[in-house]
């Protein structure tokens, strides 16, 4: 069974700075891995996806790397912003079935002003 | 507006009840799914669904039922709650598993005393 481990599960650091947010899988064999953005008392947002046969996507001040065959996958964020404070989860989807898709838990971070 | 909408966004209800969570999506996305978000488990799937009147079950699926006689909506009922079913409940939706991105609503915070 796929499992996703996020560290670490909260993170707090002062506004300016990049960081890097680790997300892990067990079994390599997958379609694509997520990013997600979740607020308090929100749903989740989709940051960034990357298919299996990619290395890398960006949007803005994000950039996700993804290694299939070390199974992970990292969140860069540029010049954090204390609008950047979140719950961020990756996601990873394997099997091809629309049940396929397995969550991390989460990295709580506050980017302090 | 466009997007994927729940209702109702709070709900209090009693053991033994049957409550229904109601999803509507404007996009005519063919995948559309139900999670539960508790702390500890993260994310669970409950039903999926892949196309009207095609349903399918997830991870976490005893003592919900769904229905999808139109694309655009996906009830999730839980015919007798129960105090574990307290919970948060997302809806989601996606135009395909593999390539595309998946789109939450804000959610439905169930309280069952």
């Known amino acids: 069974k796929q499992e996703v481990t996020q560290i670490p599960a909260a993170l707090s650091v002062p506004e300016g700075e990049n960081l890097v947010l680790n997300c892990s899988f067990t079994d390599s064999a997958i379609y694509n891995l997520q990013w997600f953005r979740q607020d308090p008392g929100k749903g989740l947002t989709s940051l960034l996806l990357i298919q299996s046969s990619q290395r890398e996507q960006t949007s803005g001040r994000l950039n996700a790397s993804l290694d299939k065959s070390s199974g992970r996958s990292t969140l860069y964020i540029a010049a954090s912003q204390p609008g950047d404070s979140a719950t961020y989860l990756c996601a990873v989807l394997a099997g091809g079935g629309a049940d396929g898709l397995t969550f991390g838990k989460g990295t709580h971070l506050i980017i302090q002003p | 507006d466009a997007g994927i909408t729940q209702s109702p966004r709070y709900k209090i209800t009693e053991t033994g009840r049957q409550v229904t969570l109601m999803c509507h999506q404007t996009w005519s996305h063919s995948y559309m799914f139900w999670y539960r978000q508790d702390l500890g488990h993260g994310l669970r799937l409950i039903y999926y669904?892949?196309?009207?009147?095609?349903?399918d079950k997830g991870e976490v699926p005893d003592g919900y039922v769904v229905s999808r006689s139109k694309t655009e909506n996906f009830p999730l009922t839980l015919e007798s709650a129960t105090r574990s079913q307290t919970s948060v409940y997302f809806c989601?939706?996606?135009?395909?598993?593999?390539?595309?991105?998946?789109?939450f609503g804000s959610g439905t915070q169930l309280s069952v005393l």
């Open positions: 669904s892949a196309a009207a009147d095609i349903t």
């Open positions: 989601a939706s996606s135009g395909t598993v593999v390539n595309e991105k998946l789109f």
